[in-house]
């Protein structure tokens, strides 16, 4: 049974920092690219960051230069820290493993709320 367990997320003030977690079970995960999505409320799910199984790196331009994600593959977890947080980081975050179509996996998503 695939699982993938989020954990990090809740409330910090803005300019704040916090450190997502999501530690993985059931699959190989160093075969897997992963990924961190967020979804804002009323609007839709977005990409924030993914990092394939060769440790190449993406980010959506809102989070260039404040977000990091890595991967400890000892560990099968993927982290993304998130620095000079902002009131639209707003969102629930949900991690995401993918190797193909058929073999992409969610978790159950975790809020943050950036607010004073």
């Known amino acids: 049974q695939v699982q993938l367990v989020e954990s990090g997320g809740g409330l910090v003030q803005p300019g704040g920092s916090l450190r997502l977690s999501c530690a993985a079970s059931g699959i190989t995960f160093r075969l897997y690219a992963m990924g961190w999505y967020r979804q804002a409320p009323g609007k839709q799910r977005e990409l924030v960051a993914t990092i394939t199984s060769g440790g190449n790196t993406n980010y959506a331009d809102s989070v260039k230069g404040r977000f990091t994600i890595s991967r400890d593959n000892a560990k099968n977890t993927v982290y993304l820290q998130m620095n000079s947080l902002k009131f639209e980081d707003t969102a629930v975050y949900s991690c995401?493993?993918?190797?193909?179509?058929?073999?992409?996996?969610w978790g159950q998503g975790m809020q943050v709320t950036v607010s004073s």
């Open positions: 995401n493993a993918a190797l193909t179509k058929t073999h992409l996996y």
